[in-house]
C-alpha cells in the first residue's frame, strides 16, 4: 500500500497547499477583553467600561505603540496607569497636528519655488518634460509615467487646473503639475536636477530654488526628503512619539552640536525633524517662527507627566527654539547662518 507523506489541509484550514503549516493569529477580543489584558499586565484601569470605549476609538495595536516606554517584558512597569498611556497619545497627536501645519507651508513653497524657476530658466511651461534637464534619465521616465497617471485622475475627478489646461492646450503647464503632485514627487525631482537647468545668467534652477530657502542645495534635497517622509508618517497618522525615524537629514554643524550627535545623542528622533522646520522658518519666514515655537512649546507644557527623551528632546530644548521656560519668544536670539 502506498504512503502519501504530503500533508494536506485541515478542516480549519491549518495548512497549504505547499505543505507548511500556519500558525493562526489569536481569536478576536472585546474592547472590554482588551481592557482586561491590559489590567492583567499591570496597568492601572480605574474603570473598564471607560477603557473600552477609549480602545473603541484608537484600536489596541496603535495604542499598544504608545506603551513601550512603561513596559518591562510583558508586563507595565509598576504605577503605569491608562491616564499615562492617554497622555503620550494625547501629546503624540497634538504634535502631529504641528508637524503637518509647519511642513505644509514648506511643501507649498517647495512646489512653487520648482514651477517658477524651472519654467522662467528655461522659458517653457513644459521644461519638466525635456530629460535633458535631469540628471538621470530613469527617474525622469518614472516620474513622467507618475504624473500622467495623476494628470489623468485629476482630469477624472474634474479638477479645474487639469480640465481647462486639458481640454484647451492638450498639454499640463508645470505649475498645474506641481498642484497634484506629491511632496515626494517634488523631492525627487528636485534632486534629480541637472546643470542643464540654468538662467541665461549661468545660475542653476537647483541653486535659485535653493536660493528661496536661503539654504545650499545639497542641505534642501536632505530636508526636502526627510520632511517628506516625516509629513506622511502625519498624513498616515503614525505614531511620532518613540519613533526612530529611518530617512535623516543632513545637519547643519552647528547643529550636530544641538543634537549632541558627537557625544551620544541620536538625530534619528523627531526633536531633529522640529530643528530642521526651525532652520526653514528663520531663513524663509523669520517672522513667523517665533509663533510656531510659542505653539509647539504650549503643545509640549500641556503634557508635562510625559518623557519627553524618547523623541529627543534635550533638557534644553526650549532654549534651542528660542522661547523662555514660560513659553515666550526669545526675541534676543540670533538666527544661525551655516
Known amino acids: 500500500m502506498t504512503h502519501d507523506s504530503t500533508p494536506h489541509a485541515s478542516a480549519s484550514g491549518a495548512a497549504n497547499q505547499a505543505g507548511s503549516f500556519h500558525i493562526y493569529p489569536k481569536p478576536p477580543k472585546t474592547f472590554i477583553e482588551q481592557a482586561g489584558i491590559m489590567a492583567s499586565r499591570g496597568m492601572d484601569i480605574r474603570d473598564t467600561e471607560d477603557a473600552a470605549s477609549w480602545l473603541s476609538d484608537v484600536n489596541y495595536y496603535r495604542a499598544s505603540g504608545y506603551w513601550l516606554t512603561f513596559k518591562h517584558g510583558d508586563t507595565f512597569m509598576p504605577g503605569t496607569s491608562l491616564d499615562d498611556i492617554q497622555s503620550v497619545y494625547g ?172 557625544h551620544g545623542g541620536s538625530s534619528k528622533r523627531v526633536f531633529t525633524s522640529i530643528v530642521i522646520i526651525m532652520r526653514i522658518f528663520q531663513r524663509a519666514w523669520p517672522d513667523d517662527w517665533p509663533g510656531m515655537a510659542r505653539r509647539l512649546a504650549k503643545v509640549i507644557d500641556s503634557h508635562p507627566g510625559v518623557s519627553l527623551s524618547p523623541m529627543g528632546f534635550p533638557g534644553d530644548w526650549k532654549k534651542i527654539i528660542g522661547v523662555d521656560r514660560d513659553g515666550n519668544h526669545d526675541l534676543e536670539e540670533e538666527t544661525p547662518r551655516d
Open 91 to 262: 501629546l503624540d497627536s497634538e504634535l502631529r497636528l504641528w508637524l503637518w501645519t509647519a511642513i505644509s507651508r514648506i511643501e507649498i513653497k517647495a512646489r512653487t519655488s520648482f514651477a517658477y524657476h524651472l519654467s522662467m530658466a528655461t522659458g517653457s511651461a513644459m521644461a519638466y518634460e525635456n530629460p535633458v534637464y535631469f540628471k538621470n534619465r530613469s527617474s525622469h521616465e518614472g516620474a513622467m509615467k507618475a504624473i500622467e497617471k495623476e494628470r489623468d485622475r485629476a482630469y477624472d475627478e474634474g479638477v479645474p487646473c487639469v480640465r481647462h489646461n486639458m481640454d484647451t492646450y492638450h498639454m499640463l503647464p508645470l505649475w498645474a503639475v506641481v498642484e497634484i503632485t506629491s511632496m515626494g514627487m517634488i523631492s525627487r525631482m528636485y534632486g534629480n536636477l541637472s546643470d542643464a537647468a540654468r538662467y541665461p545668467d549661468g545660475r542653476t534652477v537647483r541653486d535659485a530654488i535653493a536660493g528661496d530657502f536661503d539654504i545650499s542645495p545639497v542641505h534642501l534635497q536632505s530636508w526636502l526628503r526627510h520632511l517628506t517622509y516625516v509629513r506622511n508618517l502625519c498624513a498616515h497618522h503614525r505614531r511620532v512619539y518613540n519613533r526612530m525615524m529611518t530617512t535623516l537629514p543632513k545637519l547643519l554643524d552647528s547643529d550636530k552640536a544641538v543634537l549632541n550627535t558627537k
